[in-house]
Each structure stands twice: as C-alpha cells, then as structure tokens.
C-alpha cells in the first residue's frame, strides 16, 4: 500500500527535501481529473471517484499517518528476514510450453503468472527495485524476483487490481507493453486506464464492479470477471478515490470441467467476499493478502490480518488459497517475514487445515489441473 506518505516515511533524512520536490512534479504530471463513467445508480460512484460498497466491520477510520509516523519513531519496529522466504528456481521451459494445463506461479508480493485455457496472464506485475514514484528512495525490494520480464513466456492479459505502487509499477508495465509480439491486453478498474494512455499503453479494458469481459484463447474462451475489494486508490495526497480498486474472477473450461481462479486484490475484510462467494460458487485457488497490516488502529480498515484472510477463505469458498501481498516489500510496521508466523496460528483458530492455505514458494509453479491428452 505505498502511497506519498509511507514513502516519505521511508526515506532517510537527507533525501527528503529532494524527495517532496520529485514528488510535486509527479503530482502536476498527474492530477486526477473527475471520471467519465459515473453511474448515480451506483452505490459505489461518486461523481468524482469512487467509495466501498460497505461499511469497515472495525467501524469508523482512523487515519492519522502523524500518529503512525510518531509512533514508529517511539518503537522498536522487528527487523525483516528475507532470508526466511522461500525460494526456487523457476522451470522457465514449463512455463514457456505449457498450453493446456491449469498453472499458478508466485512471482512475489501479488504478483503471480496464471496460464489459463492456453493465455498467460499476470496479477499485478511488479519485478522494479522499489514501490515508490521515484526510483530513488521509498520502500525496496528486498527478495529479487525469481524471473526477469525477458524471462517470462509472452503474456497475453495483465490483471491490475488498483494504483497503489506495489501494485502498479510503471516501468513493469512500459515494459510488458513493449514486449515481442505486442503489448498484452491491460484489464483494469475505471479510471486506471487514463493513467496507463498517459504512460503510453493504449491496449487496456477498463471495469467497474461486477462486470465481465471475454478473452479468447487458444484453448477456449476465458472469462475476466472484476469484483468489490474494500480498499481505497491513490497515488498522490490529492486523488484519493478517483480510480476504482478490486479484485478478479477468471473463469474457463479446463480438462472438460469449470475452473475458476480468484485475486483479492488488496483489501479490508467486508461482507463483499461472502458475496463473492455466492455468485460463483466457489475457486479452485484464491490469492488474498496476508501483509501490510500493522499498526492495527491505523489498517485494519484497509487491510485484513492473517485472520482475516483465512475468513475470506472460507468466505469465497476456495478449496485452495494462497496468502500472497508479503516477502518482497516492507510497507508497514510488520515484517515481510510476519505471515511465517502468523498465518498457521490463525488457520488453527478457525479450523482450516493446513494444506488448504499455504504461504506459496517463491518462484515455484502449482498444476492445478491438468488438461486432458
């Protein structure tokens, strides 16, 4: 959830003042302006942005980043073990052959390459040094990617849950759209589209909630389905909400049988997900968050704990969940590390067994399904 605040948090003294100056020209590049899809028969519209379809179950926001900021300076924050991530050598070949079999590659914090019905379609890509608007200062990363883009099989469709920087990367992106063969086709939330035109990628599907767009691929259609996350967008001081956030359902005929994979996004815990569940019956893998939480007064609004996402486990009805939106970039008070801890405690609690959702490993590929001979 980097936005201008936590990457000011982040940066040492001295850069500060040039940081707030590279910032300014970032934000007179880039103002939002009012969108052009507002539907007053919306619960989610407003005519200059955009608001979550509930109420946070924690009540009332508290957001005082000068309170996080003091209370950080107070406290002895624990330290990151990237070493503790988990890691593989990704199996490049499988990845760049593979035409029929239902797979899912971590590829580190929400992103990850799904290959779906013969397409392959990456969540959020995010392979840059940092998760910041300028390349020198601001949250970095701190476990390498496990592929380079170069390294990638041609992707087909990028999913973008919102413009947060760790979800949205601009040189990611550039780069996606000016790989061999032609950009793939961007799929993201109203307003996210004027930003990619102005980053010089015209290839984009914009969604608002709910809504449903068909890719055709070689194996069979695929179906891209964008949902309600509870969450908010930013990427300066000034445009919060003006751009849609969510999450994504996609949806083919796998081996002769529905398959269908779940993104949370980055979000808050909402009755959305029980809701989500309903319509769609439920998902052979969920990826949902399980980092960036803490301190807890200022995100749980936002951003669920371990906990919390094993309830929208449950909630969305997934037979297999991975906790994703951790091990790359330290965001927030708890480490990138925390989820190692944390999670299997929390599944205990709600009595989730323990290979139903997992920490993935880094670069390694699941086969979900293989399809028939």
């Known amino acids: 959830m980097p936005t201008i605040?936590?990457?000011?948090?982040?940066?040492p003294r001295r850069w500060r003042f040039p940081c707030l100056f590279s910032l300014l020209v970032v934000v007179l590049a880039g103002c939002a302006t009012p969108h052009d899809a507002f539907d007053p028969g919306k619960p989610h519209h407003r005519p200059g942005g955009f608001v979550n379809l509930h109420p946070s179950p924690h009540g009332n926001e508290e957001r005082s980043f000068l309170r996080w900021q003091w209370e950080r300076l107070q406290s002895d924050l624990p330290a990151d073990r990237p070493e503790r991530v988990p890691r593989v050598v990704p199996d490049i070949d499988l990845l760049r052959s593979n035409r029929s079999d239902l797979t899912v590659t971590w590829l580190g914090h929400s992103s990850a390459?799904?290959?779906?019905?013969g397409l392959n379609i990456l969540t959020d890509p995010h392979f840059g040094p940092?998760?910041?608007?300028?390349?020198?200062?601001?949250?970095?990363?701190?476990?390498?990617?496990?592929?380079?883009?170069?390294?990638?099989?041609r992707i087909d469709v990028v999913l973008i849950s919102h413009n947060h920087y760790d979800h949205l990367d601009a040189g990611s992106v550039q780069a996606l759209a000016r790989q061999p063969g032609g950009s793939p086709l961007f799929i993201v939330p109203l307003g996210v589209e004027r930003w990619m035109a102005d980053a010089g990628v015209s290839r984009t599907q914009r969604m608002d909630w709910w809504e449903r767009h068909v890719v055709p691929g070689p194996a069979g259609p695929v179906e891209v389905h964008f949902v309600p996350a509870h969450h908010w967008s930013s990427r300066t001081p000034w445009d919060r909400g003006s751009t849609l956030w969510g999450g994504f359902v996609v949806q083919a005929v796998v081996a002769g049988e529905v398959a269908r994979l779940y993104f949370a996004?980055?979000?808050?815990?909402?009755?959305?997900?029980?809701?989500?569940?309903?319509?769609f019956g439920g998902f052979d893998l969920s990826m949902i968050p399980?980092?960036?939480?803490?301190?807890?007064?200022?995100?749980?609004?936002?951003?669920?704990?371990e906990e919390e996402a094993v309830r929208i486990h449950l909630d969305v009805r997934s037979r297999l969940s991975w906790g994703v939106h951790w091990g790359v970039f330290r965001l927030c008070d708890d480490p990138i590390d925390g989820p190692m801890d944390k999670l299997p405690a929390a599944r205990d609690r709600l009595a989730v067994p323990v290979d139903a959702f997992v920490?993935?490993?880094?670069?390694?590929t699941r086969v979900l399904r293989r399809a028939a001979p």
């Open 5 to 11: 605040t936590s990457f000011l948090a982040a940066a």
């Open 113 to 117: 390459l799904w290959q779906v019905a």
């Open 130 to 153: 940092r998760a910041s608007p300028v390349p020198f200062a601001g949250p970095r990363r701190l476990t390498p990617a496990p592929l380079t883009i170069e390294q990638l099989p």
């Open 265 to 279: 996004g980055d979000t808050g815990y909402a009755p959305d997900f029980q809701e989500i569940g309903r319509r």
């Open 290 to 305: 399980v980092g960036c939480y803490l301190p807890r007064w200022f995100m749980k609004s936002i951003h669920v704990d």
């Open 359 to 364: 920490l993935p490993v880094l670069g390694q």
